[in-house]
């Protein structure tokens, strides 16, 4: 069979099982575009190359699978960095695929040419240019094997226009690599775990993407039950353990409830799975935990030992050592520990005093919970509104909040939310956002509306950049800069010029049953709440200190 | 004692983005790289290089980065390496001549 580039390229994507690509097209990328005609792939036109990438993200975030963007060169690449980019530090599996101009041009400074391999080498788990069509053949597997296996993160397949357009002859097909297995942990290291265990009095769990990546919740759940360890997630965490289980404390860190931060601060074992020391969740490194020592688990051996030094280091699958941890310990009630614990959770309420403020953004939250479908995904976006969403908004399982950890990217939410959608038609996706984080974004409303997607585009508008309007107030002397927007858009009234339905909330109304109307109506909706630029997120780290030094309750 | 700085040896895939891999991680994590011998080995598909970098407590974390590079092969500690390889490197006069000092580092 003659194929040119392109055609197997759009084949052994198919072939690996993918249904659905996000992209936009452009002179680099024609022959892909050309090869889609024939195909049984459903192209997602968006209206931005990053609304493209999050749209992927927004696929593979809510379903753990590997999704594929497509970009021409130039802009269409500089424009998909900061999606490829959030994919790494989040560890999300995506392939981007992008044209670049003909590989006999490169180096020439040709039309929309850019250095795609040079720019995406640091944020990309690993990337590719293609110098020939048979190339293709093997490059694709790796590229997908690559993205899956380990810990998961973004790939990056330049492919030149010539090489697009190249015939060869092809007579077998690569099949797609198969996971290995990762080696099992040993069984010496599990014993060292558990007699730590054993020997601790005040253990805690501090987990996190690595335990959704690794399938791991239940066993996660059995073993805190048997053992009785109290459990913090971090942000990307959040689903790997239900957050109405007695022994869930919620996120710690910068933004963790007190009780949660203290709690850490007076255990003597963290079991660490599937984290990375990230210094939004352990504040200064040098004062976390430092009565504490550390069993630190993950499949990424750069990530043990790189910010904090670990008592017993196990690289390997974050389940496997559940698994094992679970088997060979006995179950304990630590009953003076759980004791110690509640008491912290009594002594330091979250957002105390807030029970009578209906538009208080948390009592929103809560609102909007005790209407929305349970089984909803929830998206969002960067800034106060997240970390309001992270610390108060129920999550119960994994993959049903997709939000932006790592790189904090504003504009994450929209699209991310149109990919779940794409993924999940039988869901709802309620996409909490800013006034500030849906501008970044929202031309993807047009995506949006093309496809007529179930999503409720909640946004929470305080007329500012509200998470760093806060840092001013309580950091830099309340002087105000470059936070306040000087103009506010009508969003409503936006939405209605993409097609989108609206609703402009006001609390004067009976807003709970209005809210309720529009988020059980079928379809798509973007709803603006005016909140108050006056509420903080509480309680806050103080800026380098350790996690157990907190403002606000 | 413990020597100042270390080479690593790496065997690496051979094309033309390799070289940029390397040196992009040392520069994106803030790995100080004192000096680097390089060359395609066998029948070209691979090349090795020597990686002088210091000996502190970030080699440790040096290591298990270039390690997961996909287009690393084979990573070696050497502890003990002839220095003359990479001591004259910005001495004026005495120029490096590749072919002798490559020899004397294997």
Redesign the interface.
């Known amino acids: 069979m003659k194929l040119n580039g392109a055609e197997i390229t759009i084949k052994l994507l198919e072939q690996f099982g993918i249904k659905t690509i996000a992209g936009i097209p452009g002179g680099a990328n024609l022959p892909l575009y050309h090869a889609l005609n024939k195909s049984s792939i459903q192209h997602i036109l968006a209206r931005h190359e990053q609304g493209a990438g999050f749209i992927a993200q927004g696929m593979a975030r809510s379903t753990g699978e590997t999704a594929v963007c497509l970009a021409t060169s130039g802009p269409g690449v500089t424009n998909l960095i900061t999606a490829i980019a959030d994919a790494k530090l989040d560890s999300v599996p995506m392939v981007a695929i992008t044209g670049q101009i003909a590989y006999s041009m490169v180096g020439s400074d040709a039309f929309q040419e850019i250095d795609t391999?040079?720019i995406t080498?640091?944020i990309t788990?690993?990337n590719f240019?293609v110098r020939s069509a048979a190339e293709l053949l093997s490059i694709i597997p790796e590229a997908f094997y690559?993205a899956e296996s380990g810990r998961p993160g973004p790939v990056l397949i330049d492919i030149p226009k010539d090489v697009q357009k190249e015939i060869i002859e092809i007579n077998h097909w690569p099949k797609k690599r198969p996971l290995q297995r990762e080696e099992s942990i040993s069984s010496d290291m599990i014993e060292q775990a558990v007699n730590m265990l054993r020997e601790a009095k005040k253990p805690v769990l501090y987990v996190g993407g690595g335990i959704i990546s690794s399938q791991g919740t239940d066993i996660l759940i059995t073993l805190a039950h048997k053992n009785n360890i109290p459990v913090a997630t971090t942000l990307m965490g959040l689903g790997s353990y239900p957050s109405d289980d007695e022994l869930f404390m919620g996120i710690l860190g910068m933004h963790g409830a007190k009780y949660t931060n203290y709690a850490f601060y007076e255990s003597d074992l963290i079991l660490a799975i599937g984290v990375r020391f990230d210094d939004r969740a352990i504040g200064n490194a040098n004062e976390f935990c430092k009565n504490a020592k550390i069993i630190h688990v993950d499949i990424?051996?750069?990530e043990i030992?790189?910010v904090k030094q670990a008592s017993l280091c196990i690289e390997g699958d974050a389940k496997d050592a559940l698994e094992q941890i679970t088997l060979m310990i006995e179950e304990n009630d630590r009953k003076e520990w759980l004791n110690r614990v509640k008491t912290l959770k009594t002594e330091n309420p979250l957002y105390a005093g807030i029970e009578n403020i209906p538009e208080h953004p948390v009592n929103i939250l809560k609102t909007i919970y005790d209407i929305a479908d349970k089984d909803a995904i929830i998206c969002t976006d960067v800034g106060q509104h997240q970390m309001w969403v992270a610390q108060c908004y129920p999550i119960h399982k994994p993959r049903t909040l997709l939000t932006s950890s790592g790189l904090g990217t504003m504009g994450f939410g929209l699209p991310a939310a149109i990919g779940a959608a794409l993924e999940n038609p039988d869901k709802t996706i309620i996409c909490f956002t800013g006034d500030g984080s849906i501008l970044m974004n929202i031309q993807e409303l047009a995506t949006m509306a093309d496809f007529k997607l179930n999503i409720k585009v909640i946004i929470l508008n305080n007329g500012h950049l509200g998470l760093v309007r806060q840092l001013q107030e309580m950091f830099y002397d309340k002087k105000y800069i470059a936070t306040k927007f000087m103009t506010n858009p009508d969003f409503p009234m936006i939405a209605k010029g993409f097609g989108i339905n609206s609703y402009d909330l006001s609390f004067e109304e009976d807003y709970v049953s209005k809210l309720k109307e529009l988020l059980t109506n079928e379809g798509g909706c973007l709803i603006n709440i005016p909140t108050d630029s006056n509420e903080l997120v509480l309680p806050i780290v103080s800026p380098g200190s350790g996690n157990h030094v907190m403002i606000g309750a | 004692m413990k020597k100042r700085n270390v080479v690593i040896k790496l065997i690496v895939n051979n094309h033309p983005g390799v070289m940029a891999r390397i040196t992009g991680l040392f520069s994106r994590r803030a790995f100080n790289l004192e000096g680097i011998l390089c060359g395609v080995i066998g029948d070209g598909t691979h090349s090795k290089m020597y990686l002088l970098v210091n000996n502190d407590d970030r080699l440790e974390q040096i290591l298990k980065q270039v390690n997961k590079l996909y287009d690393v092969v084979e990573v070696t500690l050497l502890d003990q390496y002839n220095e003359d390889a990479f001591s004259h490197i910005g001495e004026v006069g005495r120029e490096i001549q590749p072919e002798i000092q490559l020899r004397k580092a294997q």
């Open positions: 391999y040079g080498l640091g788990k690993h240019l690559i990424d051996p750069s030992n790189k």
